[in-house]
């Protein structure tokens, strides 16, 4: 399951990749906000991605605000979260291998959507490696 969210600074970039993904027929629920009109308050919207994959291994978030750097930053105050922003596809690959990260955050103001899609597949389809070193140091989060 993905789960989606933005605030109004999100509202564009977050709605095409809501689209692409109902277009590609992905499991996703999108969880506001709808409209880029009215000011929001990101760790709102961080906080309701984060409900839904804080404790379920095979779900994922994506969060999309004006830089991605709130939301991430919203994010990662909770247990069992691990929230990454990306700015290209090594980044994001570079996030679920060695990080094992579980939302991924994009910066709506400054990133065009192509590249916001194809960061989004490689997060959506990389695994975490698995490898003891980085088992390790994700433990060292505790
Ligand atoms: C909203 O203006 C903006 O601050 C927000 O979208 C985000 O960029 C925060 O990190």
């Given amino acids: 399951m993905i789960n989606l969210a933005n605030d109004h600074g999100g509202y564009s970039l977050g709605m095409k990749l809501f689209s692409k993904m109902v277009e590609k027929k992905l ?61 290209n596809i ?22 065009e959507f192509d590249d916001a899609w194809a960061i989004t597949k490689t997060f959506l389809k990389t695994k975490f490696s698995e490898e003891s070193r980085h088992v390790k140091r994700l433990e060292m989060f505790q």
Avoid: W
């Fill in 27 to 87: 499991h996703i629920r999108h969880h506001g906000c709808c409209s880029s009109d009215i000011s929001t308050d990101y760790p709102l919207f961080a906080k309701r991605v984060v409900e839904e994959v804080q404790f379920l291994n095979y779900a994922v978030g994506i969060l999309v605000c004006g830089t991605g750097i709130g939301m991430c930053m919203a994010a990662n105050r909770n247990s069992n979260v691990r929230a990454a922003v990306c700015h």
């Fill in 90 to 111: 090594t980044e994001a690959k570079l996030a679920r291998e060695h990080n094992n990260a579980n939302i991924l955050c994009l910066p709506g103001r400054f990133m």
